[in-house]
T-cell receptor
Framework: GENVEQHPSTLSVQEGDSAVIKCTYSDSASNYFPWYKQELGKRPQLIIDIRSNVGEKKDQRIAVTLNKTAKHFSLHITETQPEDSAVYFC????????????FGAGTRLFVKA | EADIYQTPRYLVIGTGKKITLECSQTMGHDKMYWYQQDPGMELHLIHYSYGVNSTEKGDLSSESTVSRIRTEHFPLTLESARPSHTSQYLCASIHGGGAEAFFGQGTRLTVV
């Protein structure tokens, strides 16, 4: 069945360094790849997404890259700040009716001041 | 304001009780989901729905049921609560295919 694997499960970086989280998906029909940030005690919220017809997307300090051939996509956070500390979830979904969004297991990011 | 609402936010209940967690969204989304999540951990899919009168089971569905009689409403029922059900339950909705998921604020359930 469909599966999304996310690595690493925990990531600790020094403030100002970059952080990279990687995900792989199994269903080649997947064509929408969002990333969600969940702060402590709060609900997950979308921070960036990418569609299968695009290889890279950037929004200020965050960027997402997609390699459709290898079926993997990554989240890049540059110049990390303590407020970036959270759990990050990747997901993959298929356009059209009769599908479900599959989430990765999450990455706990700690940014040390 | 268009949003997705869950009630109650917190619930403490005794073992063996039947409970229903409510989820409503005012965004007109067709797809709705229930997830179980321990704090900061993985999202486990319990049930999902593609629209009215459509429900599908996820990975953790065996001890719960859902219904989708109206587009905006997707309640989750635990027939007999157990301490192993203690967790946070998140409801989410998506419009169409390949779009952002909006999450409710969650229900924190404690079964004693």
């Amino acid at each position: 069945g469909e599966n999304v694997e996310q690595h690493p499960s925990t990531l600790s970086v020094q403030e100002g360094d970059s952080a990279v989280i990687k995900c792989t998906y199994s269903d080649s029909a997947s064509n929408y790849f969002p990333w969600y940030k969940q702060e402590l005690g709060k609900r997950p919220q979308l921070i960036i997404d990418i569609r299968s017809n695009v290889g890279e997307k950037k929004d200020q300090r965050i960027a997402v890259t997609l390699n459709k051939t290898a079926k993997h996509f990554s989240l890049h956070i540059t110049e990390t700040q303590p407020e970036d500390s959270a759990v990050y979830f990747c997901a993959a979904s298929i356009r059209g009716g009769g599908f479900k969004t599959i989430f990765g297991a999450g990455t706990r990011l700690f940014v040390k001041a | 304001e268009a949003d997705i609402y869950q009630t109650p936010r917190y619930l403490v209940i005794g073992t063996g009780k039947k409970i229903t967690l409510e989820c409503s969204q005012t965004m007109g989304h067709d797809k709705m989901y229930w997830y179980q999540q321990d704090p900061g951990m993985e999202l486990h899919l319990i049930h999902y729905s593609y629209g009215v009168n459509s429900t599908e089971k996820g990975d953790l569905s065996s001890e719960s049921t859902v219904s989708r009689i109206r587009t905006e409403h997707f309640p989750l029922t635990l027939e007999s609560a157990r301490p192993s059900h203690t967790s946070q339950y998140l409801c989410a909705s998506i419009h169409g295919g390949g779009a952002e998921a909006f999450f409710g604020q969650g229900t924190r359930l404690t079964v004693v």
